[in-house]
Nanobody, 118 residues
């Protein structure tokens, strides 16, 4: 069982920045794809940013150039640096770990609320 614990959410004004953290139980980055998703009220959960199996990154068009996903292997932590935040970025942000080969091994954190005021 993989456990993910997010932190770093909060209330910020438009144009501001936040950094989300996701601490992972165990060293799993070599067999799990890590990513960030978000879900706004009344909307489906959507991809924000992920690492690819080849070691690259993938971003939603709406956050390209503003958000950066990174990780610190020694701390088993994945980050999402968010800059130039907009009110439409308001959502609950979730950390995700998906096994490279076994799709049923798909884990979510509890989520952290990000609210951007105009």
């Amino acid at each position: 069982q993989v456990q993910l614990v997010e932190s770093g959410g909060g209330l910020v004004q438009a144009g501001g920045s936040l950094r989300l953290s996701c601490v992972v139980s165990g060293s799993i980055f070599n067999i799990y794809t890590m990513g960030w998703y978000r879900q706004a009220p009344g909307k489906q959960r959507e991809l924000v940013a992920t690492f690819t199996n080849g070691g690259g990154t993938n971003y939603a068009d709406s956050v390209k150039g503003r958000f950066t996903i990174s990780r610190e292997n020694a701390k088993n932590t994945v980050y999402l640096q968010m800059s130039s935040l907009k009110p439409e970025d308001t959502a609950v942000y979730y950390c995700n770990a998906r096994h490279f080969l076994v799709s049923s091994r798909n884990y979510w954190g509890q989520g952290t609320q990000v609210t951007v005021s105009s």
